[in-house]
Nanobody, 120 residues
Framework: QVQVVESGGGLVQPGGSLRLSCAAS????????MGWYRQAPGKKRELVAT???????NYADSVKGRFTISRDNAKNTMYLQMNSLKPEDAAVYYC??????????????WGQGTQVTVSS
């Protein structure tokens, strides 16, 4: 009932920038929380950043000052602006949303992931 699709990944050189997008669709009444997570090969999935419906944000220490999370509530869309990318930022980035549907159900939904590669 809730679909989540990420886009915007790709290959970028160290120091470069990328902007990820995450669009949620379906029987959405409201989106309480949205977040970006990432998983590098051989590592656990980790939190990158989250943003609540009121706009408050939280970042992993490793991305503070370089990444910016934002959302467009009217479009049920979230963004992650990534600047000054480092090789250690390379991972599959996943979008997560906590959605309340039009019939009052709560879904914690994940996207399929988008690959970010940082290499010269």
């Amino acid at each position: 009932q809730v679909q989540v699709v990420e886009s915007g990944g790709g290959l970028v050189q160290p120091g470069g920038s990328l902007r990820l997008s995450c669009a949620a669709s379906g029987s959405i009444f409201s989106i309480n929380a949205m977040g970006w997570y990432r998983q590098a090969p051989g590592k656990k999935r980790e939190l990158v950043a989250t943003i609540l419906s009121g706009g408050s944000t939280n970042y992993a220490d490793s991305v503070k000052g370089r990444f910016t999370i934002s959302r467009d509530n009217a479009k049920n869309t979230m963004y992650l602006q990534m600047n000054s990318l480092k090789p250690e930022d390379a991972a599959v980035y996943y979008c997560n949303v906590v959605v309340v549907t039009t019939v009052g159900r709560v879904f914690n939904s994940w996207g399929q992931g988008t690959q970010v590669t940082v290499s010269s």
